[in-house]
């Protein structure tokens, strides 16, 4: 069985920082692209950022300069770091697996095929 589990989340004022982890089991991420999305209400869900197994990087707009993505195939992990947080970024924020071989990050929710249950984040004014 596949888990991705995230954590990290929680409550921080403007301008402060966090740093999600996602923890994943039942599968290996070395050759899978990496990504990390964010949902608040109402809203569809958006790409925040994604990693190749070779450290390619892609973020998007509203994460670049700001926000960073790592990841760990000894352990099998990938992080989030995020500063100068803004109260704009409060959501529940997902981590995501692209399959086997499939190793470009995106940006694009459909290509991810494993997903974690969310994390929230909010940041307050």
């Not at 197994?53 to 707009?61: A, F, L, Q, R």
């Amino acid at each position: 069985q596949v888990l991705l589990v995230e954590s990290g989340g929680g409550l921080v004022q403007a301008g402060g920082s966090l740093r999600l982890s996602c923890a994943v089991s039942g599968r290996t991420i070395v050759g899978s692209a990496m990504g990390w999305f964010r949902q608040s209400p109402g809203k569809e869900r958006e790409s925040v950022a994604s990693i190749s197994s070779h450290g390619d990087e892609y973020y998007s707009d509203s994460a670049k300069g700001r926000f960073a993505v790592y990841r760990n195939h000894a352990w099998n992990t990938v992080d989030l770091q995020m500063n100068s947080l803004k109260p704009e970024d409060t959501a529940v924020y997902y981590c995501a697996a692209r399959g086997p071989g499939r190793d470009a990050p995106s940006g694009r929710p459909s290509d991810y095929v494993d997903w974690g249950q969310g994390t929230q984040v909010t940041v307050s004014s």
